[in-house]
């Protein structure tokens, strides 16, 4: 398992019962988790007084329950400053767990001794498109939603990266990648970040069991001659990290390179253990 234990303003201080408690900054948040199956005593005070609680429904979805939160707050990772709010279906924001990623791909770009494209698809609020570049890599960041590039830009600008070499976009990821094919157009890294299900801004309808390979295939051909790596995320409950293997290993055997993929985790506080948040599968060159 690949561990996101770098942070200094985000913690997982408890889970139980179907929620984790966390710290993001200075504000404790209680939320649902589906991999937190267990019911172990909620000791810590956190669980008495957050600063904000997300309700599931047994109907679907849920509701924010609040006691003491602004409506936006930072957070910091690295030099790189993230606004946060709370909104719809308990987000924040922010995929903490995707750091240990960020840090495994900002080095590649760093020590890659030439310039590095990258393209980040679904690519949501620009964690993964602002680690990027940092780093030093040019960035082309594609995501449905165009209230999600706007907050990226935010993010960009409150990280000191407004005049990085990014460019912003608003686009069905699938539709934009086979046009990519068309016009030729070529990266040297790709990161997929891909939600289980989803739709894009005409209303196509995304579930990742029947699109996710189709477009790792329409993927490999934006690559260039020599690319330096293929990140591809899955919180999908049923995509084991072989299968993430499988796939890449398939799509990408004509290049030089070696796949490894392994579940994601955050470190909890209290007890030690690691909470797992789904599966990440890396390609890279050899």
Sequence with gaps: MWIADGWKDYEVIDSSNGEKLERWGTYLLIRPDPQVIWNTPKSHDGWKRPNAHYHRSKKGGGEWEFF???????IHYNG??????????KHTGLFPEQSVNWDWFSEKIRSAGRP??????????????LAAAQAGAQVTHVDASKGMVTWAKENAAASNLADAPIRW????????????IRRQNHYDAIIMDPPSYGRG???EIWKIEEAIHPLIQLCAKLLSDEPLFFLLNSYTTGLAPAVLTYMLATELRSFKGQVDSQEIGLPVSSNGLVLPCGASGRWERR
């Design 201 to 203: 801004p005409k209303g």
């Design 80 to 89: 790189l400053t993230f606004h946060l709010k709370p909104f719809s279906f």
């Design 169 to 180: 976009l608003v686009d069905d990821c699938v539709k934009f990648v086979e046009r990519e």
């Design 68 to 74: 003491d939160l602004p409506k936006q707050w930072d």
């Design 116 to 129: 590095v494209k990258v393209l980040n698809l679904f690519a949501y609020t620009g964690g993964a498109t």
